[in-house]
């Protein structure tokens, strides 16, 4: 069965735009301009894209990583992508560690965005069928994965993203099998 995707931005082209990417591979593609209200419809969705700011001048991402708690309480198991213009490794870090299956910068790359709703999808059904919420060991593991993944593989750059010391990075590598 194809997913069903929700799309929230406060710009009516990127909500265009990013519908028209995700719409081959999905059921139904719903757009929102603003967070507000979705936790009532979480459980209607195999994924959320969502933006993380709002307003004119904001950049912080506060918003987005206060929607995406909000999400989070109406459906732990529902997978959200976040993006943002104004995205940094810090953010990126922030995000993940928040809950986020993934973070992408716009512009996209269709099929970058594509995949990565695709593997949000598949996320959210895995928690749903075991009925389990995302784990602390599996969030700190994709966190490596991603900052290892932001920074090419570079241990230096990733550990000091993430806020460790090398030898703290291998040893979280070593146990998650990195």
Request: aromatic share 4%; with cysteine.
């Amino acid at each position: 069965m194809s997913p069903s995707f929700l799309i929230v931005d406060d710009d009516p082209d990127v909500l265009k735009a990013a519908a028209t990417v995700l719409a081959p591979g999905a059921g139904r593609v719903d757009c929102a301009l603003s967070p507000e209200g979705l936790g009532e419809r979480a459980q209607a969705y195999d994924a959320v894209l969502l933006d993380m700011n709002f307003a004119a001048g904001e950049r912080d991402g506060a918003p987005g990583l206060d929607a995406l708690a909000r999400l989070h309480a109406a459906d732990p198991a529902l997978s959200v992508v976040l993006m943002t213009t104004y995205g940094g490794v810090a953010l990126a870090v922030q995000a993940l560690k928040r809950g986020a299956a993934d973070f992408v910068l716009k512009p996209w790359r269709n099929e970058a965005l594509a995949q990565a709703m695709r593997e949000a999808a598949a996320l959210t059904a895995e928690r749903r069928a075991s009925g389990a919420a995302l784990n602390l060991d599996e969030l700190e593991r994709r966190a490596v994965v991603r900052a290892l993944s932001l920074y090419n593989g570079n241990v230096s750059h990733a550990a000091a993203a993430l806020g460790l010391t090398r030898p703290a990075l291998y040893r979280r590598m070593e146990r998650h099998g990195l």
